[in-house]
């Protein structure tokens, strides 16, 4: 991937890097992430876990820098997963 700022395709805000936690199977250690509360992937992804699985449960947008696979992280609370956020470094 080229070296530039990842934003959200659902609401336009830069990505954060996250640090994949060693148990995943995504094969890399970073994945780009929207950690933006109010992206309608996020808000909207409580009623669509709620109607479609009956679980208390969201996602989140997901890159992969490596590959540019892009998905859903699931969540299950607002702050979920957000202690694995890279704090000031640099995208790729």
Not at 68 to 74: A, I, R, V
Request: contains cysteine; negative net charge.
């Amino acid at each position: 991937m080229s070296d530039k700022n990842h934003t959200c395709p659902h609401c336009g805000k830069d990505l954060a890097a996250w640090n994949v936690p060693e148990m995943a199977c995504w094969g890399t250690r970073i994945q780009y992430v929207c950690f933006n509360d109010e992206c309608s992937y996020f808000t909207k992804g409580w009623e669509w876990m709620r109607d479609k699985y009956e679980v208390k449960a969201s996602y989140r947008y997901r890159l992969d820098p490596e590959t540019g696979e892009e998905g859903p992280l699931p969540v299950w609370s607002a702050d979920a997963l957000k202690s694995g956020i890279i704090e000031n470094q640099e995208k790729k």
